[in-house]
């Protein structure tokens, strides 16, 4: 299956500064790239997704681009909040089909 | 519109017992998903329901099954349970041929 790859495992940020995660995939095939956010004890919710015919998509304060000759995406929150602590992963179509599979996943603290 | 629902919300099991779990899509979707999510992993896609068929399966043995109903409703069974099967078991609900996939809260399965 779709192997993905998210990098780091855990990040702490201060308040106000940004965020960084990373994924790789490796079926060039893939043309869907969402993220999650998993808050302690909750269901995993989509927060922006990016198809293959865009390199760069912005919801307010999170954005996500899309590198598709080097097969990378990458999720980057901007103005962290306390409310952005969180476990975030990527995710990328199952052997090309509609089924997810999914990177292990980044700890996200922001610190006051 | 009703969100994705999951029951129950926790459950102990034996080992070597079996287990049933149950989920409710999403209003207007019909194509069902069933992950693992084992602690501090990513999910790990099981299969897929579509129409009440299995589209799809993931690398799980044949003790993990699953049934959709007509009105979209699924379950998953797993016999024979193990230890390693401990596990916050979701589902996520989407319309056949989206990406888009809208997680249910979990069933956080321990077995002894």
């Known amino acids: 299956g779709e192997n993905v790859e998210q990098h780091p495992s855990t990040l702490s940020v201060q308040e106000g500064d940004s965020a960084v995660i990373k994924c790789t995939y490796s079926?060039?095939?893939?043309?869907?790239f969402p993220w999650y956010k998993q808050e302690l004890g909750k269901r995993p919710q989509l927060i922006i997704d990016?198809?293959?015919?865009?390199g760069e998509k912005k919801d307010q304060r999170i954005a996500v681009t899309l590198n598709k000759t080097a097969k990378h995406f990458s999720l980057h929150i901007t103005e962290t909040q306390p409310e952005d602590s969180a476990v975030y992963f990527c995710?990328?179509?199952?052997?090309?089909?509609?089924?997810?599979?999914f990177g292990a996943g980044t700890t996200v603290t922001v610190r006051a | 519109e009703t969100g994705v629902t999951q029951s129950p919300t926790h459950l102990i099991k034996t080992r070597g017992q079996q287990v049933t779990l149950r989920c409710s899509s999403q209003?207007?979707?019909?194509?069902v998903s069933w992950y693992q999510q084992a602690l501090g992993q990513g999910p790990q896609f099981i299969f897929q329901?579509?129409?009440?068929?299995?589209?799809g399966r993931g690398n799980f043995p044949p003790r993990f099954s699953g049934l959709q109903f007509p009105n979209y409703s699924s379950e998953l069974n797993v016999n024979a349970l193990e230890l390693d099967d401990s596990a916050l078991y979701l589902c996520?609900?989407?319309?056949?041929?989206?990406?888009?996939?809208?997680f249910g809260p979990g069933t956080r399965l321990t077995v002894t």
């Open positions: 996520a609900s989407t319309f056949f041929g989206s990406y888009e996939q809208y």
């Open positions: 079926d060039s095939a893939s043309n869907y």
């Open positions: 990016i198809r293959s015919n865009v």
């Open positions: 995710a990328a179509p199952f052997r090309g089909d509609y089924k997810l599979s």
């Open positions: 209003s207007g979707h019909n194509t």
């Open positions: 329901y579509y129409r009440e068929e299995e589209n």
